[in-house]
């Protein structure tokens, strides 16, 4: 079945560090990929979404590109800040007929002042 | 825009009792979903719901029964809770398939067993 692998938690880095979270999948379909992200306290949300093979979506500074061939969407930011404190949640949705996204483990990032 | 309301936001229950949780949406999406998120773990789908009166199982539905009294409600039954049982319940909505899977998620309803 479809499968979500992420890099497993926790990273704790410094503010102005660069971010890489992995995350890989597996489908026989032609999925959209997604990034959410879950604060202390609330329900995740997305950060951004995107539908086709070699492009790339961003958002708050994050960014990821849908490479097909790796099967990869790994997320990255060039420097975190302490706010970028979160739950970090790749997710692809589900074969054609599926009403469900394929979410990974999730990968808790700290940012250290 | 739109928003999920759940309710309670914190739900204290005894070792065995039936408790209900309660979920709203304003997106006027079709489908709806139950998680349940342990800590430091990830989410776990329990119960969604294509359609008002749909029901459809997850990974995690055994203990549990939901029902989708209408469109914009959704509410998930712990049949019997369990002693030091510690969870978020999250509620999620969408409104459709592939592009239009992105789900949009409630602020959570934490429960503690005692």
């Known amino acids: 079945g479809d499968s979500v692998t992420q890099t497993e938690g926790p990273v704790t880095l410094s503010e102005g560090t660069s971010l890489t979270v992995n995350c890989s999948y597996e489908?026989?379909?032609?999925?959209?990929l997604f990034w959410y992200v879950q604060y202390p306290g609330e329900g995740p949300q997305l950060l951004f979404k995107v539908p086709k093979a070699n492009e790339k979506g961003s958002s708050r500074g994050f960014e990821a590109t849908y490479n097909k061939e790796a099967t990869s969407f790994h997320l990255q930011k060039a420097s975190v800040q302490e706010s970028d404190s979160a739950v970090y949640y790749c997710a692809l949705s589900g074969p054609s007929g599926s009403w469900q996204l394929i979410f990974g483990s999730g990968t808790q990032l700290t940012v250290m002042p | 825009g739109g928003i999920i309301t759940q309710t309670p936001k914190f739900l204290i229950g005894q070792e065995g009792q039936k408790l209900t949780l309660k979920c709203q949406q304003n997106?006027?999406?079709?489908?709806m979903y139950w998680y349940r998120q342990d800590s430091g773990k990830g989410l776990r789908l329990i119960y969604y719901?294509?359609?008002?009166?749909?029901?459809q199982k997850g990974d995690l539905s055994e203990g549990y029964d939901a029902s989708r009294e209408k469109k914009s409600s959704f509410s998930l039954t712990v049949t019997s809770a369990q002693k030091n049982e510690m969870a978020v319940f999250l509620c999620?909505?969408?409104?459709?398939?592939?592009?239009?899977?992105?789900?949009?998620f409630g602020p959570g309803t934490r429960l503690t067993v005692l």
């Open positions: 719901s294509i359609t008002e009166n749909d029901l």
């Open positions: 999620a909505s969408s409104r459709g398939q592939g592009y239009y899977a992105e789900q949009f």
């Open positions: 489908t026989k379909q032609y999925p959209t």
């Open positions: 997106f006027n999406h079709d489908t």
